[in-house]
């Protein structure tokens, strides 16, 4: 049977550049290897051909020869390899080597990721031990606490290292033995077409090795549950998502490994007075009319549980600012302070009595020119209905 064209084989035209291939290889091998297959003896002869085909385009050489002359390039053993297969020599193995992590991810990396993670978390394939899971631990503060910090205690159910069995998961007086089927490798391997594929073992789930005895206390898993109590400092400053991470207080490692960590997630219950931004505080006060067109002192709460005196000038507007300098949040692990502003809001009288409507009409017939903003307002106003009208 005539062989196909390699462009052909691969789905591009001909001439098609290096990283045109290499694309067009690697969504064709995820589809035809043997793993995604299995074994079907059609699509293992394509993926045959498929890697014979790419070993010969990959190569400009060998790209060259092959557009100038076809097949007839690589007759009488040109491009075939030292091991007597097309396209599988030591060339073959560089072009693997370079692109097959991101082929296979999906039939080997789970479990080369899963196995080196073991490795790196605790030992795993070794002597079982494995590192313990990180927690999460919420805790909810006011703005007072955040600006002076604070001593909490939190109450944690976490797993612990077996007191029965100091961790190790095994009955007092005997010890976890080596796995019989992988020999205390943690893995196995088996051969998958061209390829060797390694798999945790399904005998001690890439521990390297099983108990026979079991602790009664833990079954066998080195740990049990537990309450804990834990003493957490609050440092002035935190802000609300701030987090705070207690090495090693998380869950116990299984078999004798190292714990987890403990993460304490900080949020901010609303303050009654104050809105924070940052390191800056904010505080509304409402006025009397009065205050605001004569002006005065007013004294305000400070977040220390102080007082602070601001002056009021005469004719102060509704929303205007002061800004009390360093009278804010501590910033976090710093010696500085944010500022507090203030900011009037002048309040408009309710259920007035005859005299005082009496005297609201008086002032209001005599302040006719006291409003610039309310009478440029309506100047403007009367302009712009006046254009309408002509």
Same mark, same amino acid.
């Given at each position: 049977?005539?062989?196909?064209?390699?462009?052909?084989?691969?789905?591009?035209?001909?001439?098609?550049?290096?990283?045109?291939?290499?694309?067009?290889?690697?969504?064709?091998?995820?589809?035809?290897?043997?793993?995604?297959?299995?074994?079907?003896?059609?699509?293992?002869?394509?993926?045959?051909?498929?890697?014979?085909?790419?070993?010969?385009?990959?190569?400009?050489?060998?790209?060259?020869?092959?557009?100038?002359?076809?097949?007839?390039?690589?007759?009488?053993?040109?491009?075939?390899?030292?091991?007597?297969?097309?396209?599988?020599?030591?060339?073959?193995?560089?072009?693997?080597?370079?692109?097959?992590?991101?082929?296979?991810?999906?039939?080997?990396?789970?479990?080369?990721?899963?196995?080196?993670?073991?490795?790196?978390?605790?030992?795993?394939?070794?002597?079982?031990?494995?590192?313990?899971?990180?927690?999460?631990?919420?805790?909810?503060?006011?703005?007072?606490?955040?600006?002076?910090?604070?001593?909490?205690?939190?109450?944690?159910?976490?797993?612990?290292?077996?007191?029965?069995?100091?961790?190790?998961?095994?009955?007092?007086?005997?010890?976890?033995?080596?796995?019989?089927?992988?020999?205390?490798?943690?893995?196995?391997?088996?051969?998958?077409?061209?390829?060797?594929?390694?798999?945790?073992?399904?005998?001690?789930?890439?521990?390297?090795?099983?108990?026979?005895?079991?602790?009664?206390?833990?079954?066998?898993?080195?740990?049990?549950?537990?309450?804990?109590?834990?003493?957490?400092?609050?440092?002035?400053?935190?802000?609300?998502?701030?987090?705070?991470?207690?090495?090693?207080?998380?869950?116990?490692?299984?078999?004798?490994?190292?714990?987890?960590?403990?993460?304490?997630? *900080?949020?901010?219950?609303?303050?009654?007075?104050?809105?924070?931004?940052?390191?800056?505080?904010?505080?509304?006060?409402? *006025?009397?009319?009065?205050?605001?067109?004569?002006?005065?002192?007013?004294?305000?709460?400070? *977040?220390?549980?102080?007082?602070?005196?601001?002056?009021?000038?005469?004719?102060?507007?509704?929303?205007?600012?002061?800004?009390?300098?360093?009278?804010?949040?501590?910033?976090?692990?710093?010696?500085?302070?944010?500022?507090?502003?203030?900011?009037?809001?002048?309040?408009?009288?309710?259920?007035?009595?005859?005299?005082?409507?009496?005297?609201?009409?008086?002032?209001?017939?005599?302040?006719?020119?006291?409003?610039?903003?309310?009478?440029?307002?309506?100047?403007?106003?009367?302009?712009?209905?006046?254009?309408?009208?002509?």
């Amino acid at each position: 049977m005539a062989k196909r064209d390699f462009y052909e084989v691969l789905g591009v035209a001909k001439g098609a550049d290096e990283k045109v291939l290499k694309t067009a290889y690697r969504n064709l091998a995820k589809k035809l290897h043997p793993d995604a297959n299995h074994g079907s003896k059609e699509t293992d002869a394509k993926f045959k051909e498929l890697n014979e085909a790419y070993d010969v385009l990959k190569d400009p050489q060998k790209k060259a020869a092959y557009d100038r002359f076809g097949h007839q390039a690589f007759e009488n053993g040109g491009g075939r390899s030292s091991a007597g297969g097309p396209g599988f020599g030591p060339e073959f193995n560089s072009s693997m080597s370079d692109i097959f992590e991101d082929l296979f991810g999906d039939f080997m990396g789970g479990q080369r990721a899963g196995a080196a993670g073991q490795r790196g978390r605790g030992g795993a394939r070794g002597n079982g031990a494995t590192r313990g899971s990180d927690l999460r631990y919420n805790l909810e503060i006011n703005l007072t606490e955040a600006y002076s910090g604070k001593s909490a205690t939190v109450r944690v159910p976490s797993s612990v290292a077996c007191d029965t069995c100091k961790g190790s998961g095994a009955k007092p007086g005997t010890q976890p033995k080596t796995c019989g089927t992988c020999g205390g490798a943690g893995a196995v391997r088996s051969q998958s077409g061209f390829f060797t594929v390694e798999r945790a073992c399904p005998t001690c789930a890439g521990r390297g090795q099983v108990i026979a005895d079991p602790c009664m206390t833990c079954g066998g898993q080195g740990r049990v549950t537990k309450e804990r109590n834990l003493t957490v400092a609050i440092p002035p400053g935190v802000e609300d998502g701030t987090r705070i991470r207690m090495t090693g207080e998380g869950e116990a490692g299984m078999r004798g490994g190292p714990s987890g960590d403990l993460y304490i997630f *900080i949020s901010m219950r609303a303050h009654e007075f104050f809105q924070r931004d940052g390191a800056d505080l904010y505080c509304k006060v409402p *006025i009397s009319m009065a205050t605001a067109s004569l002006g005065g002192e007013i004294e305000v709460p400070t *977040i220390d549980g102080k007082k602070a005196r601001v002056t009021i000038p005469d004719g102060a507007q509704n929303g205007k600012q002061f800004r009390l300098k360093a009278k804010g949040m501590p910033v976090l692990r710093s010696a500085q302070h944010g500022d507090m502003y203030i900011q009037v809001s002048v309040e408009t009288p309710v259920n007035l009595s005859r005299r005082q409507r009496e005297l609201m009409q008086e002032f209001d017939k005599e302040a006719r020119n006291n409003s610039p903003e309310s009478e440029g307002f309506f100047a403007k106003a009367k302009a712009f209905w006046d254009g309408f009208g002509g």
